[in-house]
C-alpha cells in the first residue's frame, strides 16, 4: 500500500495490477479519511469496489475517476498511522545510506 500526505489529509490509495480480495480491503479503511483505488487501464474497472474512490493511471499521469467517500481519522489513529509511516521513511533512508548497520537496527 502506498500512502500519500497532501498538507494533513491521509490518502492511502492500492495499487492493483491484479484481482482483489474481497474481504482485505475493508480493513485499509481504518486507517484513512479515503481509501482509493489505482489501476491501469489493462486491469477492468468492475473488479473494484464502488464505496472506494478509483484512479486511472497510466506511464504519463493519472485521474480521479471516482471520488472516496471520507471517513474522518481520530487525532491518535493519524499520529499513529504517521509516525509508522516517517519511520518505515527513515529506516529505508537509513538502509541506503548505511546498508551495514541494517541487521544492528531491527535485532
Known amino acids: 500500500m502506498s500512502v500519500v500526505f497532501f498538507y494533513g489529509p491521509c490518502l492511502p490509495f ?8 474481497p474481504k482485505k480491503w475493508h480493513e485499509y479503511r481504518d486507517y484513512c479519511d479515503r481509501l482509493f483505488f489505482a489501476t491501469s487501464p489493462d486491469v477492468p ?11 486511472l493511471a ?3 499521469m493519472a485521474e480521479i ?10 487525532a491518535a489513529t493519524r499520529k499513529a498511522v504517521i509516525l509508522r509511516f ?22
Do not use: M, V
Open 86 to 107: 516517517a519511520q518505515a521513511a527513515a529506516n529505508r533512508l537509513h538502509d541506503l545510506t548505511d546498508p551495514n548497520q541494517r541487521n544492528l537496527r531491527r535485532g
Open 65 to 74: 475517476i471516482r471520488e472516496a467517500p471520507e471517513h474522518k481519522l481520530s
Open 58 to 60: 497510466d506511464d504519463y
Open 45 to 55: 474497472q468492475e473488479i473494484f469496489p464502488e464505496e472506494t474512490g478509483f484512479i
Open 14 to 21: 492500492q495499487a492493483k495490477f491484479c484481482r482483489i480480495r
